[in-house]
Structures are given as C-alpha cells and as structure tokens.
C-alpha cells in the first residue's frame, strides 16, 4: 500500500494543484512569525499557520525577495542571518504538525502541495538537503547559499517559481536525489520545442 502513495500524491497534485504549489511545500517545509521569529524557541504549528496567514498575500503579490525575506526570519530562530540543520529541523518539524493539524480544511491543491512537498523532503532527508546547499561546509546556510538554484526578480515567488529561467530545477532535482522521483512530472515542463 506504501508504494501508492507517492503516484496517488502526484495525481492529485497534477489533478488541480498549480505547479508553484509543489516547491513552495517543499520551501515551507525548510522556510516558513516574523513576530518573535528571533526568539530562539522552535517554531510551533500555530507558528506556521500565523507565518502563513500573514506571509501568504506577501509572496502572492510583492517581489519574490521579499518573500523569501519573510520566510528567513521565521526560519532563522537565533536571528544570526544563517540557518544551521537543528533549525532547517525545528521548521520541517512545525510545518508537519501544521499539516497533520490542518489538511482536512485546506484546499486540494494547497494539500496536495504540501503533501508532496514533505514527502520529497521525507525522502532525501533535511540533512542531505541542507548539506547539499552548504557550500563552504561550515554546517550553516547563508541566504546565498539557498538561493543558489533560484534568481529572484521583482516579479512574486509563485510566479517567478514557475519560469525554467528562474529556476535551476535540473540541479535542484539533483539536489533531491530520491525525491526528484515525486517532484518530477509536477514540476513546471519545458514548453514544447524546448
């Protein structure tokens, strides 16, 4: 029955969801109030759904820096600029109970999303995945660092996200190793003649 799950994922996903929603779950899932973000304290669900609730008209609509913004302050608990694995950890850990919290009252797509999203994070392991963006291999990422597949523009993340310009998702892909298996088919396609 475990072997379902990742195709049945990917049909809902491709059912309805819009092809942003699939790497902004995985972001949430690394990233995710800007009140008290430098506490220290790790991130609860109620965290993530404030963080959401008020970071979620932001990226819809503002450049996708500032989003990004956003979502690094919640990330970065000590406030030192950077995001070390018991971080990236604490984060992945608040966003899951958010979802296992809210998904019946979320959107099909938003679920499917970040469904997906944590699954391919699931698979390939926080670990793994901050390692392969700690390019200096100090243990902690610099804002550089984790944007070093994406190039932000004034345009919102969600759509910035769906341009293969703006986004290396060849090496992201790389990145994910396994997980690139879920993703794949959901992410945004080279238009025809590519």
Not at 77 to 95: F, I, K
Not at 125 to 152: F, I, N, P
């Amino acid at each position: 029955m475990s072997h379902l799950l990742p195709r049945r994922l990917k049909q809902l996903a491709k059912a309805g969801a819009t092809r942003f929603l699939l790497p902004i779950g995985l972001t949430a899932a690394l990233l995710a109030p800007p009140a008290g973000a430098t506490s220290g304290a790790p991130p609860r669900a109620e965290d993530v759904a404030r963080f959401l609730a008020e970071t979620g008209p932001l990226c819809a609509g503002r450049p996708a820096a500032e989003c990004v913004d956003s979502g690094w302050r919640f990330a970065d608990r000590n406030g030192d600029g950077r995001l070390g694995l018991e971080e990236a950890n604490a984060v992945r850990d608040a966003v899951q109970r958010w979802f296992l919290g809210a998904r019946e009252d979320l959107p099909q797509q938003t679920n499917a999303g970040v469904a997906v999203g944590l699954l391919a994070l699931q698979l390939v392991g926080v670990a793994s995945l901050h390692g392969s963006y700690d390019t200096d291999g100090d243990g902690q990422l610099t804002r550089g660092e984790a944007l070093a597949d994406v190039t932000l523009d004034e345009r919102p993340l969600p759509l910035l996200l769906q341009d293969r310009a703006a986004v290396d998702w060849p090496r992201f892909l790389d990145r994910l190793g396994m997980g690139a298996a879920v993703l794949n088919e959901v992410l945004p396609q080279a238009p025809e003649g590519e």
